[in-house]
């Protein structure tokens, strides 16, 4: 029977109708898929203090433990340049230093031995104090918690194995092509001085001070710029008397705004790192995003999904699975909670295909204007999204930590339910408008991290090539291991 | 201040062991295991937190079983369960299948030409490679318009975290769904396992290349963890690399592939696990009924050649554009050894967290290193395998002080009792481990399907901690007497070795 279509004609010619009678005939299809139980993951309670501090508590009796988070507003992006890499010495020596009373390796003993934790860090907007801890350690682990976040003492010996660690880190950073791919795209997404693409270098870490991480701490923690989330085998009403007798007190200061930061993404054209002991080229090629409360939010969301997302994406399909170019590729526009994210499309191929794979995503975003993301792909995307919306709510800690980063970021608390009403609306209209507006390549910077002499065809047949210079600034005398 | 604490420990303790208990006692009654009449093992965890589930096909299979010539094999035939089956990512199997079939005759051919010895005829080699790209064109005119279908259908329909891995011991699939498409993952799975299809075959074999030059070829780590291994064993295919040395993936073909899924992946070697907001009553038929159709076949002989006593320190050394790592490790008997667990014991005390000796040592007193530790289950654990240390000097300074103070750190683990805190923190630090992972369906999975496979009972999972309990100090300084002594030695060594001007390396401080 099937013998009828072995011409390579008729099978062509067939092509649209085939797929229909066997897309309704397949088994999968036919099996039954019963409607999803309602489901109401239970919300955290929301208490705002006096003084301004906001505290959700998640009561979560599965196991007994007891995990809390505690999120000041303020980050590396807050710092200087000429001290960049203060927070994350501020993030480590915050817990390591110790406090008034005891040394950072008490409190490790201490800790450990009824396997709790108590940890302090940093990103690029906030730090954070956290403990994690079995129930019947709670009021012991919890003074911890407090005494790291009221007297810590930054002791000078614990700032300088962090600051040893930053110079190792510092040293290693261009071992791996990947890492440098991911860091110089930063750079020129966001410009290579911007905060959020900056990097910290021997000077700058040597450059910080016990009395700068002293001053930040002095400075930046008051309560309403505070958010408190606590999960776990707890009894609420408990616990928030428990939250106020700590944080009552505690002074309101100044509120913390977001900074003006500008944003100086790089001229288009090609940039290259030579790497010489590599035989895969890392490819990136990037543009400034945006933000997630951009009302394209949701057409970009299904615009990703379906163009460089998952395994059913366009650049899944086309340049791993029909070219079998790459095992890593995939892109799309970015998105942050306060600022822009990046825009990007990656492939890392051998570096015999490096030309043929940019060319490759060259033609999948040129593409987009003759061969819009169509009703299959677009249903396929937001299914893909809505169908699996439950695992952004099916754990108490994930509901905990999305309501967080909402009040954090000044969303409203029903962005989730929001986001699954915006995806629902978006059409084939939508997206072909958002990729029309968001992907420029001729605006795009390309970053290529590779061993040139083993390139398909040299970089520069495709137009003018900027060679990045990734060299590793040396040290001042007297740090970084210079023993002489 | 101490006492005080000692006390809270002895308090602690009677607490956790009765949280273990109980947690036992609890999965005892949510957990049921069935063996199917074709020897696949089926386990139900119910978890009713959400209404979703999670599940871990586990088959008992990796990389020691690839045959000789066709290391990766394993691994490839990972990436090919993406594929699709006869029903799933093809317009028209029958006419697929010999379109297939002609494409491995083709593949063949080329080959036998390529590799021949003497006499090879390139004009003649490049008309069979030609016969060869023109026979996979072929046939992807089969597939074309359902390229990554079973992918599509998971991710359409909800699936979240859609991945596998397959290492030297065995291969693992996974993902979640939302509660109501149990029974179709159940056709789905079991589809896949029943009617693997091999398409597009020699695309996913450059895919896989690509992955090996990523992890291996473009890394220094990827190269040293590579070259450590290799030497450590020289007899038990644990030297292999998971993802295949570069000659034998640009050698095996889709019929390889298809004789490994053939011996290795039948029922008795697989055992499936859910967990989620599922009811054994109504979940098992459903479950049976799908994978109960892949049919019975024998179970594979997997013996191995044993790796035989070392008695001489090997070494490796690689000369790098990039920083110095310094490695080292020991045999040591495989999972299932009584001393399994005191292995465990010397891991976290030499290397977990702030408190760990080797922290201590290296990081915060003689502070020659960012980070130290060392850890067991190199490069898997079924067979025997290696317990290693590593180090990463800070600048200036040099792989041999890392040697040095890692040998004094177990030099003091032969000679002198660890402390009661010391032993005491590593109880009690398993057992909130061990409650700490079992508050997510994934991990669940894994964990049981993984002890179900390993020790024919998922309750060694818990039992582990048991086991745990029962290590003493003498136990610690036995074992490390036994195991770490130079002759079951292997050392693997980054030496910085400079680099061309703007290729980014620099020197690491003034030490250089």
């Known amino acids: 029977m099937k013998r009828a279509l072995t011409s390579l004609f008729a099978l062509v010619l067939f092509a649209g109708v085939q797929a229909q009678l066997w897309g309704q005939a397949t088994d999968w299809k036919q ?325 043929e794979s940019i060319q490759a995503l060259d033609q999948e975003m040129a593409g987009l204007a003759n061969r819009p993301i169509d009703d299959g792909e677009i249903k396929q995307a937001k299914d893909s999204i809505l169908n699996s919306f439950i695992f952004r709510f099916d754990s108490p800690d994930k509901v905990l930590h999305e309501k967080m980063a909402y009040e954090f970021y000044g969303y409203p608390l029903d962005f989730l339910e929001k986001y699954q009403a915006g995806i629902e609306k978006v059409t084939k209209e939508d997206v072909a408008r958002v990729a029309a507006k968001y992907i420029h390549r001729e605006q795009m910077a390309v970053l290529v991290v590779g061993n040139v002499s083993d390139f398909d065809k040299p970089l520069d047949s495709l137009g003018p090539v900027t060679k990045l210079d990734v060299t590793i600034p040396a040290p001042p005398k007297g740090i970084a291991g210079d023993q002489q | 201040m101490k006492s005080r604490s000692t006390l809270t420990i002895v308090v602690c303790f009677v607490v956790c062991s009765l949280a273990l208990s109980q947690d036992l006692a609890s999965f005892e009654k949510r957990t049921t295991v069935k063996r199917l009449s074709n020897g696949l093992t089926v386990i139900i965890c119910e978890r009713p937190e959400a209404p979703v589930f999670s599940f871990f096909t586990h088959v008992d299979a990796g990389s020691v079983q690839d045959p000789m010539g066709k290391t990766g094999l394993a691994h490839m035939f990972e990436h090919m369960a993406f594929k699709g089956t006869d029903k799933i990512g093809t317009r028209d199997y029958a006419g697929e299948k010999a379109a297939l079939a002609k494409v491995e005759d083709a593949y063949a051919a080329y080959i036998a030409e390529r590799d021949k010895p003497v006499d090879r005829d390139d004009q003649k080699l490049k008309q069979l490679e030609q016969s060869w790209k023109e026979a996979m064109a072929a046939a992807d005119k089969f597939s074309a318009p359902y390229t990554n279908e079973f992918g599509r259908i998971v991710e359409g329909e909800g699936g979240e975290g859609m991945n596998a891995f397959t290492s030297l011991d065995e291969t693992g699939y996974h993902y979640s769904f939302p509660i109501n498409r149990l029974e179709l993952w159940a056709y789905l799975e079991s589809e896949r396992f029943q009617h693997p299809v091999m398409r597009q075959f020699y695309k996913e074999r450059n895919v896989v290349i690509e992955e090996r030059r990523m992890s291996v070829d473009s890394n220094p780590i990827g190269r040293l963890l590579e070259q450590f291994t290799e030497e450590a064993f020289a007899a038990h295919p644990y030297h292999r690399p998971t993802l295949g040395w570069i000659s034998d993936l640009n050698s095996f073909s889709a019929t390889d592939a298809q004789n490994f899924f053939d011996k290795y992946y039948v029922p008795s070697n697989m055992v499936v696990t859910v967990v989620g907001d599922v009811k054994a009553s109504e979940a098992m038929p459903i ?107 800070i600048p200036g300074h040099k792989p041999q002080e890392m040697a040095d103070a890692i040998h004094a750190e177990i030099e003091r683990l032969k000679r002198e009792d660890i402390s009661d805190e010391e032993l005491k923190m590593i109880k009690t630090r398993a057992k909130a481990d061990l409650i700490r992972s079992l508050g997510s369906n994934e991990g669940l999975a894994f964990e049981l399907g993984l002890n179900q496979a390993r020790y024919d009972d998922w309750r060694e999972l818990f039992r582990s901690v048991d086991r745990i309990e029962k290590v003493s100090k003498a136990d610690i300084r036995r074992v490390a007497n036994q195991t770490f002594v130079p002759d079951n030695r292997t050392v693997g060594i980054i030496e910085f070795a400079g680099g061309p001007p703007g290729s980014g390396a620099a020197p690491q401080g003034g030490g250089q």
């Open chain 1, 31 to 355: 099996v039954p898929i019963p409607k999803l139980p309602a489901f109401h993951p239970p919300q955290p309670k929301r208490i705002e203090l006096p003084n301004g501090m906001v505290v959700f508590l998640q009561e979560d009796h599965e196991l007994p433990l007891i995990d809390g988070l505690m999120r000041i507003r303020g980050g590396e992006r807050d710092v200087p340049a000429g001290k960049a890499g203060l927070t994350d010495i501020y993030g480590e020596v915050w817990r390591t230093g110790g406090t008034k009373t005891q040394t950072g390796d008490q409190l490790d003993d201490f800790l450990e031995q009824r396997a709790a934790k108590v940890e302090t860090g940093a990103s690029e907007d906030s730090t954070t104090v956290s403990w994690s801890c079995l129930k019947e350690d709670f009021e012991d682990v919890f003074k911890v918690f407090l005494d790291v976040l009221e007297n810590p003492e930054f002791r000078a010996d614990k700032i300088e194995i962090a600051q040893k660690g930053m110079y190792d880190s510092i040293s290693r950073r261009n071992d791996n092509p990947s890492q440098i791919a991911r860091r110089e795209a930063a750079k020129l997404s966001y410009g290579a001085t911007n905060p959020y693409a900056r990097v910290a270098e021997y000077t700058t870490v040597s450059a910080v001070t016990r009395e700068d991480l002293v001053q930040w701490h002095k400075t930046r923690l008051f309560a309403n710029d505070i958010i408190v989330g606590v999960v776990g085998d707890f009894d609420s009403a408990k616990m928030e008397a428990r939250l106020r007798q700590a944080f009552a007190s505690w002074p309101k200061g100044p509120a913390v705004k977001t900074p003006e930061i500008a944003f100086a993404p790089a001229k288009p054209g090609y940039y290259l790192v030579e790497k010489t002991d590599i035989n895969q080229s890392n490819i990136q090629m990037v543009a400034l995003g945006t933000t997630r409360n951009n009302p394209d939010y949701y057409a970009l969301s299904v615009f990703n999904e379906a163009f460089g997302g998952g395994f059913s994406s366009r650049l899944f399909n086309q340049i791993r699975t029909t070219k079998g170019l790459a095992y890593g590729v995939g892109g799309g526009v970015g998105t942050a909670w306060d600022h822009p994210g990046m825009l990007r499309m990656m492939v890392s191929t051998k570096s015999k295909s490096t030309v």
């Open chain 2, 287 to 393: 479950i049976e009924k799908y994978f109960s159709r892949i049919p019975a076949r024998p179970k594979p002989d997997t013996a191995t050649t044993a790796e035989p006593p070392q008695n001489s320190e090997r070494t490796v050394v690689l000369h790098e554009m990039s920083q110095p790592i310094y490695l080292e490790g020991y045999h040591r008997p495989d999972y299932r050894s009584p001393d399994d667990q005191v292995y465990d014991a010397i891991a976290d005390l030499m290397s977990n967290g702030r408190t760990s000796r080797l922290y201590r040592a290296l990081v915060r007193d003689k502070q020659i290193a960012s980070d130290s530790a060392g850890f067991t289950g190199r490069p898997g654990t079924k067979y025997p395998h290696l317990f290693a240390f590593y180090a990463v000097p």
